[in-house]
Structures are given as structure tokens and as C-alpha cells.
């Protein structure tokens, strides 16, 4: 099970991929100093267990 995940600062591209919103148990997800673009998918706040967003 992933807990955690920090993709910190690895120059991704792209839009933030809604099956994300699959990850259940995932109470950290750090995206920050990408490339990403688009709008954050509604579904990942239904995690149950999100904290860090």
C-alpha cells in the first residue's frame, strides 16, 4: 500500500492523472516545483485519508 508519495521538484509535465483518486490509503501527495498543468482532479478530495495535498 502507498502511505506517501513526494515528487518533489522532478519536472513533470502534463495534467495531474485522476486515477490518483485510486490510492485509497495516500495521506501525503507533494507535486510541488513540476510542470504540471491543468486543474487538480475533484475526485482527490475524496480521499478518505488525505492530509498533505
Known amino acids: ?21 485510486n490510492l485509497r490509503n495516500l495521506t501525503s501527495l507533494v507535486l510541488e516545483n513540476n510542470r504540471l498543468s491543468g486543474t487538480l482532479p475533484a475526485a482527490l478530495g475524496n480521499l478518505p485519508k488525505i492530509e498533505r495535498l
Do not use: K
Open 1 to 21: 500500500m502507498l502511505y506517501s508519495s513526494s515528487l518533489l521538484g522532478n519536472r513533470l509535465t502534463g495534467s495531474i492523472p485522476v486515477g490518483l483518486a
